[in-house]
């Protein structure tokens, strides 16, 4: 069984409905008032509108540089989805705790917060921060703050430990995103006339055609990397939106794509590929009508994470999940953020299993939680030792 306050916790935070287009202050107050309630300040760090909130605290002695603990607070809509338990109330049957979140990545937050009185009781000689973020669902987005922050603090911590959903295996690599969004700009007319025209969503088409022959060419050709389900850069179309009527032929039509790329292709190569192509497209296209244009606007991206070379930080991971493999996921997380721009070395560990995130009737086993717990009190043990 897990432990009562790490289940109590985790039903309190499933409770709050964190899906990134809502703001996450009422969880971030209920976090501070936990750390509160055990003597322990923390610091919140606003978006631009203070209706989201990242949040800092340490625990243990603040000069010297310690271990950070992070995860982000917000989750992935449930619209759409059928769920059968309701998601934002936790709920068990079978050893399996439901809700959104559980797995990514509210379990871990649970299980970090409760981990909390133990912490303070043991004479800790290095500190434990905690970094709690806001928007990681949405392209690592809210963290960009706190490190801005964390820029000025005068002691960094020596390496980050990410609790996003891996098994609680130790992942030392993955990989990066960039996602952009692309706008044709055509001619419209009567369909009856459609020659005369510039069809946006037909141009559109042929992006996306060319960007699945790019998807197709990175599966058959690479380059690779070991280590991963799928060891290639991926390329992905996600939303297109365009036309008004059947019988008007387009002058608009957006879609959202991204590249997944491993650490030995640069994405922004990819990304000028993608452009001459689109160039060729617009000068066809005015030869019909000058204003016809395609533009290409990057909405998100985030490095990838490798941190295979830092031996001792890896070992020290290894030796709190009592694992001897390295690993490697498919999905980002703010670790390259964290390794790439403050230099703090960082790994992703963490209880539940994304193959549960992101689904209706997302779920946690609760072996995944114990495995968590014995994770933190073999961290704290360490730190106090």
């Known amino acids: 069984m897990a432990q009562p306050l790490t289940l109590e916790i985790l039903a309190d935070l499933i409770g709050f409905d964190t899906t990134s287009c809502n703001s996450n202050l009422a969880l971030m107050a209920y976090v501070q008032r936990f750390l509160e309630q055990q003597g322990v300040n923390s610091e919140l760090v606003y978006d631009g509108q203070e209706s989201k909130a990242n949040l800092y605290a340490t625990i243990g002695p603040a000069n010297k540089a310690g271990v950070?603990?992070?995860?982000?607070?917000?989750?992935?809509?449930?619209?759409?989805?059928?769920?059968?338990?309701?998601?934002?109330?936790?709920?068990?049957?079978?050893?399996?705790?439901?809700?959104?979140?559980t797995s990514d990545m509210k379990g871990f937050i649970a299980v970090v917060l409760a981990a909390v009185p133990e912490m303070l009781k043991q004479p800790l000689h290095t500190?434990?921060?905690?970094?709690?973020?806001?928007?990681?669902?949405?392209?690592?987005?809210?963290?960009?703050?706190?490190?801005?922050?964390?820029?000025?603090?005068?002691?960094?911590?020596?390496?980050?430990?990410?609790?996003?959903?891996?098994s609680m295996q130790v992942v030392t690599a993955h990989k990066g995103k960039l996602a952009a969004k692309v706008t044709v700009t055509g001619k419209e007319c009567h369909s009856g006339m459609a020659p005369l025209g510039v069809n946006a969503i037909n141009y559109a088409a042929r992006m996306i055609i060319w960007l699945e022959q790019l998807a197709q060419n990175k599966e058959d050709f690479g380059p690779f990397e070991e280590g991963y389900d799928i060891p290639h850069s991926t390329v992905h179309t996600g939303t297109v939106k365009g036309g008004t009527a059947l019988n008007i032929v387009p002058n608009r039509c957006e879609f959202l794509f991204e590249i997944r790329n491993i650490a030995a292709e640069d994405p922004r190569v990819l990304l000028a590929l993608l452009q001459t192509y689109a160039d060729e497209l617009v000068h066809e296209m005015q030869q019909i009508d000058a204003g016809c244009n395609i533009s290409i606007?990057?909405?998100?991206?985030?490095?990838?994470?490798?941190?295979?070379?830092?031996?001792?930080?890896?070992?020290?991971?290894?030796?709190?999940?009592?694992?001897?493999?390295?690993?490697?996921?498919?999905?980002?997380?703010?670790?390259?953020?964290?390794?790439?721009?403050?230099?703090?070395?960082?790994?992703?560990?963490?209880?539940?299993?994304?193959?549960?995130?992101?689904?209706?009737?997302?779920?946690?086993?609760?072996?995944?939680?114990?495995?968590?717990?014995?994770?933190?009190?073999?961290?704290?043990?360490?730190?106090?030792?």
């Open 297 to 385: 606007e990057i909405t998100t991206e985030y490095p990838g994470l490798s941190t295979a070379e830092d031996a001792e930080v890896v070992a020290f991971v290894k030796k709190l999940a009592q694992s001897t493999a390295n690993a490697n996921i498919n999905f980002g997380t703010e670790g390259g953020l964290f390794s790439n721009v403050l230099g703090i070395p960082t790994v992703v560990c963490g209880p539940g299993s994304m193959d549960q995130g992101h689904k209706p009737d997302e779920f946690i086993h609760i072996y995944q939680l114990q495995q968590c717990e014995a994770f933190m009190a073999r961290l704290i043990d360490e730190l106090s030792a």
């Open 68 to 101: 950070m603990l992070s995860g982000h607070t917000d989750t992935v809509p449930v619209t759409g989805q059928n769920w059968t338990t309701e998601p934002y109330q936790l709920s068990e049957q079978d050893g399996r705790y439901y809700g959104r979140g």
């Open 127 to 166: 500190p434990i921060h905690l970094a709690f973020s806001y928007d990681e669902e949405i392209g690592c987005v809210g963290v960009r703050r706190l490190i801005d922050t964390m820029q000025n603090h005068p002691m960094k911590p020596a390496f980050c430990i990410i609790g996003e959903p891996t």
